[in-house]
């Protein structure tokens, strides 16, 4: 009797051993990602990161916010490992509540510029950018000379009064261009220009960097700040009218003679809680090998992060975006001006 006691109470020990042995394996081949991407071609670049891994993607889509507010709501139940979103601000913003956790990696040390990561501590790094995008000047050519929109700076020049458009002043993709152009100037005479910019405005700041070149185009606008990506989605586009847009348009990329064009990321991080982080650095190292490198920038028309790669993209070479001089101010910055910059809107009537 008592070895056939026994031999159950010995089986099932087993077994519960096997059991948690397979549940750490499985746990050992997931990786939870939220991101903030949608584009299609990011599914091959998944699909090619589980083939050479064995690590299984459970993604969950959601925009920026949807993401950040989703992380604060689960705390440290969070099953989050690496969280991508989209813009330097967004990042920093999501990094200050302490969504994120810092890594090291000698590898994307080695391949990701300093300038387009958060800043390091000893620690390591939060965030990292993986694919960059500029923030370039459209104008009438009919209507506005090269020669003075060829700087941010210009935008506040009264030579430009009544022609200038934006979206929102708040929105991250200005954020994080008026926090390095008030690096760059400085508090007082980065609030004089935003100030300036107020001042030329052709209508008060709404809709999306589209809608501003479309503003150039019908003339709404004479001079209109938009990221690259949406200036080559409608060179690319399938519709006659979009690419007549860009006919009607030139696009520049500010201060080439100075600190060089402004250009923003898409990145990733590893969550504050992550539980499979030995994952979640893998996979920030897979997005920054050459192959991940294509598919994650031209899947929106960006630029690769990579040092030392070039853009493989007919629409951004047509724009001039294949040979650029780029700002090299640390995108950490952001993080550091940002209230500031709010408060400047706020000041100046940047709505
Ligand atoms: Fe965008």
């Known amino acids: 009797m008592r070895n056939t006691v026994k031999l159950p109470v010995v089986m099932a020990t087993a077994a519960c051993a096997l059991a948690i ?41 959601a925009d920026d916010a949807g993401i950040v ?8 139940a969070s099953p989050a490992d690496v969280i991508m979103l989209v813009d330097a601000a967004r990042m920093a913003s999501a990094d200050s509540q302490g969504l994120f956790q810092p890594i090291k990696s000698a590898k994307l040390d080695a391949a990701i510029p300093a300038n387009l990561r958060a800043d390091a501590s000893k620690d390591g790094v939060t965030w990292t950018g993986f694919s960059t995008r500029a923030r370039v000047i459209v104008y009438d050519p009919l209507r506005v000379k090269a020669a003075d929109v060829a700087t941010y700076e210009q935008l506040a020049d009264p030579k430009l009064k009544g022609l200038v458009c934006t979206r929102s002043g708040s929105h991250p993709y200005n954020l994080s261009l008026f926090a390095t152009v008030v690096e ?25 960097d589209t809608d501003q070149i479309k503003g ?23 519709k006659p009218e979009d690419r007549a847009v860009m006919e009607k348009v030139r696009v520049v990329f500010p201060n080439q003679g100075t600190s060089g064009t402004h250009v923003n990321i898409a990145g990733a991080a590893v969550a504050k809680h992550a539980k499979n982080k030995d994952n979640a650095i893998a996979f920030m190292e897979f997005l920054s090998s050459p192959f991940a490198q294509d598919y994650f920038a031209n899947g929106n028309n960006e630029f690769p ?14 724009m001039g975006g294949d040979n650029f001089k780029a700002e090299q101010i640390p995108l950490g910055v952001v993080a550091k001006n940002m209230t500031k910059v709010q408060q400047m809107l706020d000041r100046t009537g940047y709505k």
Request: aromatic share 6%; charged share 25%; glycine share 10%.
């Open 216 to 238: 150039v185009a019908s003339g709404e606008c004479g001079v209109a700040i938009t990221n690259s990506y949406y200036a080559a989605r409608l060179i690319k586009s399938s």
């Open 305 to 318: 992060a990579v040092k030392g790669l070039k853009v493989d993209n007919a629409a951004l070479k047509a």
């Open 69 to 76: 507010a989703r992380l604060r709501a689960e705390g440290a």
């Open 184 to 208: 760059r100037l400085g508090d007082a005479k980065g609030e004089e220009w935003l100030k300036g910019v107020v001042a030329n405005m052709a209508r008060a700041p709404k809709g999306g």
């Open 21 to 61: 042995q397979s549940q750490a394996l499985a746990q050992d081949k997931v990786l939870n990602l939220y991101s903030a991407r949608h584009y299609q071609t990011d599914e091959v670049m998944y699909d090619t990161f589980t083939k050479t891994t064995g690590i299984k993607i459970n993604r969950v889509d």
